[in-house]
């Protein structure tokens, strides 16, 4: 290759590489800029979006702070995980209204079911909703509040009512029914909730007292 | 006007992305549960050809053949993200159920297939036509087949279409059969695959009848 030939080359080389690195500066400037622009809309849309999960169980009247930064993190293998859980407190002039704790079922049909379990500040279960699963659809998605009421039935039950033994569903012997089909998905929800009482009885005073971590 | 009709003609029919080219169907199969998912992907992926092939076709003089598909990409990508943080901000629910799909739209091939085939050799105004006419092929095959899945999956039609529309179009949904227990096969993957293959078979039998009559007609000018 004669010298003239490997100028022309370079030179090539390198208008594609400036015309190429134009087009990704623009690219990313167009990007940032809607980025930017929509930022606190997105904000603002997760915002709702919990505090429309959370108000399912906790209803907006019957607290005066804001749920969605009274949170801290909270990690028990009660919880059903080793990962860092969220639990939200609902607070009605500066007394403690209930907790909204995030926790785990491992032992799902297919997988882990996420939950949110709200529990009244005397240890009386507000609610219960499931936010992600991987059950089969038709059956095990009956947990999910909008396609069966099967997980309405949490609501007012305790560590005490009914019974420990009875903690189960009702194939197991226990007094809660299972979803047809479903009996794997439905023990998993249960014992998980269940267990989540357990932590709650044990934490009950840390779980409210101690404050919001800065980010 | 010829060539507007070859490209309505096309887009939605002779040469329809997901009957014909077969392309982009990882999310045609995944979000065609329900209408309004189908309808949500559907007008982002044609929003995402229209963007691109315009974008394309402006700058089909400046850039070198050499480093045409780096470009369609960084060009692809740039559109499928500003749509995907547009509706993140506007339809976020939307988002939240069909958000991942939105994202892949970006490995849909139909678009750099129609950057590539189309909009690197033809004026903007040809090239938003060819966008809006695939995206819109795209689109009723999707709709169709989550029309199928919806009625028999769920005995419903047009359910949740509030995440698209706001909650005045929560009325908009029928139920077709009262008390429906649900039909599993049509509801998971398979069914979109079942589905699928029924309109392009309900397409070729269509197809092969005009070329019937076609050759018949032909037969009889040349008696």
Known sequence: MDKKTQTTI??????????????????TA?????????????????????????????LPEMHDNDLDTDIIVVKHKLLGSDKSLKAYR????????AAIIECIAPDGYSGKIKLL????????????RVTEHLE?????????????DWIHHFKDKSLNKPKRKDWKVKRDGGKFDQITSATITSRAVVKATYNTLEYFK?????????????? | MNQTREIINNGLWKNNPATVQLLGLCPLLAVSGTVVNALGLGIATMLVLIVSNVTVSLIRDYVRSEIRIPVFVVVIAVAVTIIKILMQAFFYDLFLIIGLFVALITTNCVIIARAEAFASKNNVWLSAMDGFFMGLGFTI??????????IIGFGTLFQQMNLLFGEGASWLKIVIVENYDGFLLTILPPGAFIGLGL???VKNVIDNRQKGTEAVSLQQTAT
């Open chain 1, 90 to 97: 609902a607070r009605k002039k500066n007394k403690p209204v």
């Open chain 2, 199 to 201: 309109i392009i078979a």
């Open chain 1, 30 to 58: 167009i990007v940032a800029f809607i980025y930017d622009s929509t930022k606190q809309r997105v904000i603002d849309n997760k915002r709702a979006h919990t505090l429309k999960q959370l108000h399912q169980l906790i």
């Open chain 1, 136 to 148: 089969t659809p038709g059956l095990g998605d009956a947990i999910e509040a909008h396609k069966s």
């Open chain 2, 141 to 150: 095959i999707l709709v169709m087949l989550g029309a199928f899945r919806e």
């Open chain 1, 10 to 27: 370079s030179k090539n080389m390198l208008i594609n590489a400036i015309i190429l690195g134009i087009f990704a500066i623009i690219g």
């Open chain 1, 202 to 215: 044990k934490n009950r005073e840390q779980l409210f007292t101690q404050p919001v971590k800065e980010e």
């Open chain 1, 117 to 128: 379990v709200a529990i009244d500040s005397n240890g009386t279960l507000a609610g219960v």
